[in-house]
C-alpha cells in the first residue's frame, strides 16, 4: 500500500514566522500535490509537481511556495505565515502512467492541522 | 467557470438501506470522474474511478454511474452499515494530473 507521511499532525506557529511543512511518500509517484481544506470550502490545490524541481501553481498559491529536491518529498513553505492560512494541509501522490491521460487516484496523508495565532 | 456540487446538507439513513450521493459539474467535460471517502481528522481514501465512455462501475457494496449528458455521478452504498458513515467527495480531472474535488457529502447510517 502507499504510504504517503506528513511530518506533523498538528502544527501551531506565529504570525510572520517561515512555516515548512514536509510530504513523504514511498511508492515512487511522479506527480506530488498540496491542498488546503476548510470547512465550506473543501479541498483547494495550492501546488503540485510532476518531477523532481518542477513545481506547477494550483488554484490558491498566494502566499506559499513548494520545494521538490527528490522524488520522494515535497515540501510546503509559508514563507511569511499569516491567520488566513490557519488550515488542515493535505498531501497527496499520485502514479504516471502513460497514456492514462493523468487519469490515476490519488493517494493521501492525513494531514496538518495548521494554527496560526 | 467549473463548478462540481454535492448535497451540503448530510444524508441520513437507517442501516440496511442503500445510500444515494449525488455530484452535478457544469461548464466541464471530464474524461473521469473519481470518489473518495474521508473520515473526521484523515486524509481522502480513493474509492472508485469512471471514465465517460463507462456507465456504470461496481466494487463490492458500491455502485457508482457517470451521466455525460446530465453531468451528474450517482455514487450508491447498497447494505449500508454504520461503518459507512463518512464525507464522501467525488473528484473531476482537472489540468495535468490534477482533480477538482466537490465540497463532499457527510453520510450518517444509524443502527
Known amino acids: 500500500d502507499v504510504k504517503v507521511t506528513q511530518s506533523s499532525r498538528y502544527l501551531v506557529k506565529r504570525t510572520g514566522e517561515k512555516v515548512f511543512l514536509e510530504c513523504v511518500q514511498d511508492m515512487d509517484h511522479e506527480n506530488m500535490f498540496w491542498y488546503r481544506q476548510d470547512p465550506g470550502l473543501g479541498l483547494r490545490l495550492i501546488y503540485f509537481s510532476y518531477d523532481v524541481k518542477m513545481k506547477e501553481k494550483g488554484d490558491i498559491p498566494e502566499g506559499y511556495s513548494v520545494s521538490r529536491e527528490k522524488k520522494e518529498r515535497f515540501s510546503l513553505i509559508l514563507e511569511s505565515a499569516s491567520t488566513n492560512q490557519t488550515s488542515m494541509y493535505l498531501c497527496?501522490?499520485?502514479?504516471?502512467?502513460?497514456?492514462?491521460?493523468?487519469?490515476?487516484?490519488?493517494?493521501f496523508g492525513d494531514g496538518t492541522r495548521l494554527s496560526i495565532l | 467557470s467549473q463548478k462540481i456540487e454535492q448535497n451540503s446538507e448530510a444524508l441520513n439513513i437507517q442501516e440496511g438501506k442503500t445510500a444515494t450521493l449525488t455530484c452535478n459539474y457544469t461548464n466541464y467535460s471530464p474524461a473521469y470522474l473519481q470518489w473518495y471517502r474521508q473520515d473526521p481528522g484523515r486524509g481522502p481514501v480513493f474509492l472508485l474511478l469512471?471514465?465517460?465512455?463507462?456507465k456504470e462501475k461496481r466494487k463490492e457494496r458500491l455502485k457508482v454511474t457517470f451521466d455525460t449528458t446530465l453531468k451528474q455521478s450517482l455514487f450508491h452504498i447498497t447494505a449500508s452499515q454504520p461503518a459507512d458513515s463518512a464525507t464522501y467527495l467525488c473528484a473531476l480531472q482537472g489540468g495535468y494530473s490534477t482533480l477538482t474535488f466537490g465540497k463532499g457529502t457527510m453520510l450518517l447510517v444509524s443502527p
Open positions: 497527496a501522490s499520485s502514479l504516471i502512467v502513460a497514456g492514462t491521460r493523468g487519469n490515476q487516484p490519488q493517494h
Open positions: 469512471i471514465r465517460e465512455n463507462e
